[in-house]
């Protein structure tokens, strides 16, 4: 992939994330904007939309960050372990939600029900079984256990700062914008190879090979 593509990559994921945490602050962080308008002021409302899409653009980053890393690990995966990187996946795609639910729930020392920090976890694993199935249409069979992986693993580990911060608010916020940069990311990367690849192809297919080149020659010498 060219330099200019990943650059465009970037710029458009980091717009996409900006977009989209201003846009759900508007509900989030709604008692913010309603200071910001009694008494009405322009300037702390643009300050106010300016700090949310800088804050888009932070998640955006960790997103990009996480996304890239990911490749690393999966082509370490898959020399290290081969046929059995698969399964290390399911594993610890399993383990993840486990640790959504037990971990959290054990972190507030049981003062609310256990069945309502089931709802993450199920949320995630089914957007991301909904990505992984487009990712594997799109590719092939074998995308779909590491496009799992990565919408509900590495997804999970780039909210550990929200979570940390022991606040629903931050959670909200930060995970529709960290969702939809880790799916575009995921569902653009292949139509970006594939276009250059076809692009790579054309001027091939369209340049007479040398030996072809060469029979021609020796047709017009043959016919002088």
Same mark, same amino acid.
């Given at each position: ?89 399911? @594993? &610890?795609?399993?383990? *993840?939600?486990?640790? $959504? =639910?037990?971990? !959290? ?6 003062? %609310? ?64 914008? @960290? &969702?939809?940069?880790? *799916?575009?990311?995921? $569902? =653009?990367?292949? !139509? ?6 076809? %692009? ?25």
């Amino acid at each position: 992939m060219t330099s200019r593509k990943w650059v465009n990559l970037f710029l458009t994921t980091l717009l996409w994330g900006g977009l989209i945490t201003l846009f759900v602050s508007f509900f989030v962080q709604n008692e913010h904007y309603v200071t910001a308008f009694n008494p009405f002021s322009i300037w702390e409302v643009i300050i106010l939309m300016l700090m949310y899409l800088g804050l888009g653009f932070i998640f955006s980053v960790i997103s990009q960050m996480a996304f890239f890393a990911y490749l690393t690990v999966h082509q370490f995966g898959l020399g290290m372990f081969r046929k059995l990187w698969a399964p290390i996946q399911i @594993v &610890l795609i399993l383990f *993840t939600l486990f640790d $959504l =639910v037990y971990f !959290r729930y054990k972190a507030v020392s049981g003062e %609310a029900g256990v069945a309502s920090f089931f709802v993450l976890p199920a949320a995630l694993l089914l957007f991301g079984w909904a990505v992984a199935y487009l990712k594997s249409k799109e590719t092939n069979s074998k995308a779909f256990i590491p496009a799992l992986f990565f919408m509900v693993v590495i997804t999970s580990v780039e909210l550990v700062p929200a979570f940390q911060a022991d606040d629903s608010d931050w959670v909200m916020l930060m995970l529709p914008a @960290v &969702l939809f940069c880790n *799916t575009y990311q995921l $569902l =653009v990367l292949h !139509r970006l190879n594939d276009g250059e690849t076809k %692009a790579e192809a054309v001027p091939a297919s369209n340049t007479p090979k040398k030996g072809q080149k060469k029979k021609k020659n020796r047709k017009k010498k043959s016919k002088r």
